[in-house]
């Protein structure tokens, strides 16, 4: 069991320390620490139950903690109990629930206590198993400002009773950035959120939860077709469309009409309708962008976000013309990410190859990753190639 197939067993093992009356800061911890042991021991002694390791090792370390932190005598109980327990080399598998805990714990993460960002960053840390670098780069602040907004809000869930659960908003939150982060990342989790949103959809009658599903769906329809067999990024004009997922379309379309028909549209119904149009249109020409222009509006009035807005000048300068484009850009912070890489696409598009190519030469030293940084080098190499033929 490698790295990342350990960390799918955190959310149950973690639910189970909460249920035993752990706080959730705490028990946290102490499936860090467990995991952390886990790699070190298992690769010569893996264990026959991996879940019920992590869960008898977790809880030692709960306790463990618990005593150094002087509470011995409010858990005295407890600590009895676990008297005479083996080695963590050789500890013994607990009792494993079959119950999946995933999503009850994306909704206890959601907390009262915390604002919505904060429940955000610490349910992406603690159950969706992503670095603090991660999450700071969703969240566009740097990794030092993350590390210090995790451990506030570990300290104000530290020995807080999760018995009031956040909201579907949060939870909705959370679920979009695991899955950006697993479809556009380093760690898969796309297919996981897939799951716990078709879980949440089954269990709620929302239809923003129904708009996220479906925008799950469409977008992870197209990842066959999104790299080359060399594993470099292929934009999506220049996608093989025969490789998409017609059955994942075909049900991110449905589920995305049921849920506008309901006439209460949000922010993840507008993105789907986006990415519904891109899958509807037989080829890249055919994309209908001034419809995707005015759905680009509707986003722009639900959340005023400038990453939309970045989108935006995308898709007006497809609809309108690239000079139209470069109009709306340059309403917009050129810091956001990705605004070099807008503004050198659309500059190639308006007949400026020399400006374009230093653009994309400078918005590949800015990309948040190797694939968009290989792919941006590229275009930048491509059109100083040309100019000098």
């Given at each position: 069991m490698n790295e990342l197939e350990l960390r799918t067993l955190v959310p149950s093992v973690l639910g189970i320390l909460v249920r035993r009356g752990a706080d959730f800061a705490a028990a946290e911890d102490a499936v860090q620490d467990a995991l952390v042991e886990a790699?070190?021991?298992?690769?010569?002694?893996?264990?026959?139950?991996?879940?019920?390791?992590?869960?008898?090792?977790?809880?030692?370390?709960?306790?463990?903690?618990?005593?150094?932190?002087?509470?011995?005598?409010?858990?005295?109980?407890?600590?009895?109990?676990?008297?005479?327990?083996?080695?963590?080399?050789?500890?013994?598998?607990?009792?494993?629930?079959?119950?999946?805990?995933?999503?009850?714990?994306?909704?206890?993460?959601?907390?009262?206590s915390l604002t919505p960002s904060s429940a955000v960053a610490l349910t992406l840390r603690a159950v969706g198993g992503l670095t603090t670098r991660q999450i700071a780069r969703a969240y566009l602040v740097p990794e030092a400002t993350m590390a210090q907004r995790i451990s506030r809000a570990k300290r104000t869930v530290a020995g807080v009773r999760f018995d009031r659960p956040g909201d579907v908003a949060t939870v909705l939150r959370v679920l979009y950035l695991v899955f950006n982060e697993g479809y556009s990342g380093d760690v898969d989790l796309a297919a996981e959120a897939i799951r716990l949103t078709r879980q949440l959809a089954g269990a709620i009658d929302h239809p923003e939860v129904a708009g996220l599903l479906a925008l799950m769906l469409l977008h992870h329809a197209r990842r066959a077709a999104r790299t080359a067999p060399d594993g470099s990024l292929v934009p999506l004009a220049e996608q093989d469309r025969t490789r998409w997922d017609t059955e994942s379309i075909a049900e991110g379309v449905e589920i995305l009409q049921a849920a506008l028909a309901r006439d209460r549209l949000g922010e993840f119904q507008a993105q789907a309708a986006i990415a519904a149009l891109h899958a509807d249109a037989p080829s890249a020409e055919e994309t209908d962008w001034v419809q995707?222009?005015?759905?680009?509006?509707?986003?722009?009035?639900?959340?005023?976000?400038?990453?939309?807005?970045?989108?935006?000048?995308?898709?007006?300068?497809?609809?309108?013309?690239?000079?139209?484009?470069?109009?709306?850009?340059?309403?917009?912070d050129d810091s956001l990410p990705r605004h070099t890489a807008v503004a050198a696409y659309l500059h190639e598009?308006?007949?400026?190859?020399?400006?374009?190519?230093?653009?994309?030469?400078?918005?590949?030293?800015?990309?948040?990753?190797?694939?968009?940084?290989?792919?941006?080098?590229?275009?930048?190499?491509?059109?100083?190639?040309?100019?000098?033929?």
């Open positions: 790699i070190r021991v298992w690769p010569a002694d893996p264990p026959r139950d991996p879940k019920g390791w992590l869960i008898a090792v977790a809880w030692r370390r709960f306790l463990d903690a618990v005593r150094t932190d002087g509470a011995r005598r409010r858990r005295e109980q407890l600590v009895y109990a676990e008297r005479g327990r083996p080695s963590d080399r050789g500890a013994e598998p607990a009792p494993v629930p079959a119950v999946d805990d995933t999503l009850q714990l994306y909704f206890l993460c959601a907390h009262p995707i222009v005015e759905w680009y509006d509707e986003l722009v009035r639900l959340t005023d976000s400038p990453v939309v807005r970045l989108n935006r000048a995308v898709a007006v300068g497809e609809a309108d013309g690239p000079r139209a484009g470069l109009v709306a850009l340059a309403a917009l598009r308006a007949g400026d190859p020399a400006t374009a190519a230093l653009l994309y030469a400078d918005a590949a030293r800015k990309a948040p990753n190797l694939a968009e940084r290989d792919h941006l080098t590229r275009q930048a190499a491509r059109l100083n190639a040309r100019a000098r033929r």
